[in-house]
């Protein structure tokens, strides 16, 4: 028999945002030792009933079609004992979205796909407690031919999200080769993205490294937690460059070699340096300065200037599916951002003294 081994690492409607390496199906298969010779795509039709065959032809046509982990033509023929894996994009749960004018900052959009800058408090994609009004919803609006999953339900798209307090850039798929294309390019993590964030905490190094494992929290089903020692969940590492010093927070920026569930929110609490106003983990409270009632007030007013965290995808690189292109678009942080960063930068030039903020 035909060993199959099958990983969905879908949405969980607990963790609003998931990551690119948490986002994909993942098929592997050890072809029988008495397989006769056939095409792989015939093959992979056969052996995967709830997958359409357009699918399978675009999966092997991106790439994501690997044989003892070098990708095949759809005209090659397995041969007995190899294994094969088939990396697509997970189908959304939810089988009915309803299109809805939402206003989208498109800031590229070509035949296969676009790329937009979302304001925070949007949420990306319908689930509970959010049946509409998302990103979504205004997507399949605006686009009419979009690619579908394998019972025909609209997907508009998403190969990756972020969460809905979190700003910036999101590329979406337009067809279902570029979806396909797109996945494989976040499957090898050849995906750039940089992420900025106003943390808590000054640094004494200007660059570092955070290299723990990833899994949820057992103590709190909505979180996610750090395992620096590698005993459960999934490997994750984050780069981090200090950007600016402004006292009691620092602004970083943030590139992602893994690209886990609350990956940066997570590693930035391990690290003692939580996302500044981060309601989950942590970042909500004075971490760092002083106890008086005039610093307080400052920082009162900054969450209220800013009622989310302080957490924006800045940067987003890949290969255009079909130019071989590659792509590179930058976003300006959004006016809540920039007018807390403001507000630090200013407290950090004129801090007042200690008898003064008593």
């Known amino acids: 028999m035909m060993e199959l081994d099958e990983e969905f690492s879908g949405f969980d409607p607990a963790l609003q945002e998931v990551g690119q390496d948490d986002f994909f199906e993942h098929h592997r298969l050890q072809v029988d030792k008495g397989q006769q010779l056939v095409r792989i795509d015939k093959f992979l039709i056969d052996r995967l009933p ?16 690997l044989v003892d982990g070098k990708a095949v033509k759809s005209s090659y023929r397995v041969k007995p004992g190899e294994i094969i894996q088939v990396v697509m994009s997970y189908p959304p749960r939810d089988t009915t979205i309803y299109p809805e004018e939402i206003p989208l900052d ?4 070509d035949d296969e796909l676009l790329i937009l800058n979302k304001p925070p408090g949007l949420v990306v994609h319908p689930g509970h407690g959010n049946p509409n009004g998302t990103l979504v919803n205004g997507l399949v609006h605006h686009l ?3 690619p579908t999953h394998r019972n025909g339900e609209t997907r508009p798209g998403l190969v990756h999200r972020i969460d809905k307090d979190t700003s910036g850039l999101l590329v979406i798929a337009k067809t279902e080769y570029a979806m396909t294309h797109l996945a494989k390019q ?10 900025w964030a106003l943390v808590w905490g000054d640094f004494s190094e200007e660059t570092g490294t955070v290299n723990a494992h990833l899994d949820r929290d057992p103590r709190d089903r909505i979180k996610m937690a750090a395992f620096p020692d590698g005993s459960r969940g999934k490997h994750a590492i984050t780069h981090y460059k200090v950007l600016e010093r402004l006292g009691y927070v620092s602004l970083l920026a943030y590139t992602l070699e893994t690209g886990r569930t609350h990956q940066i929110r997570v590693h930035s609490a391990y690290m003692g340096h939580p996302i500044f106003n981060d309601q989950v983990y942590g ?39 079909t130019t071989g292109e590659r ?16 507000k630090w930068r200013h407290y950090a030039r004129y801090k007042p003294s200690e008898e003064e903020e008593g």
Not at 186 to 195: C, E, L, N, V
């Open 50 to 65: 709830a997958t359409s065959r357009n699918r399978v032809q675009n999966a092997v046509k991106a790439g994501n079609v």
């Open 106 to 109: 498109i800031l590229f959009e």
């Open 144 to 146: 009419n031919n979009l």
């Open 186 to 195: 976040f499957f090898d993590h050849s995906i750039d993205r940089t992420y």
């Open 283 to 321: 970042g909500n409270r004075i971490v760092k300065g002083t106890t008086f009632s005039k610093y307080k007030q400052f920082i009162e007013n900054c969450f209220q200037a800013m009622p989310r965290m302080a957490l924006h995808a800045k940067s987003l690189g890949f290969t255009h599916p």
């Open 327 to 342: 792509m590179h678009f930058e976003s300006e942080l959004p006016v809540d951002f920039n007018g807390v960063l403001e």
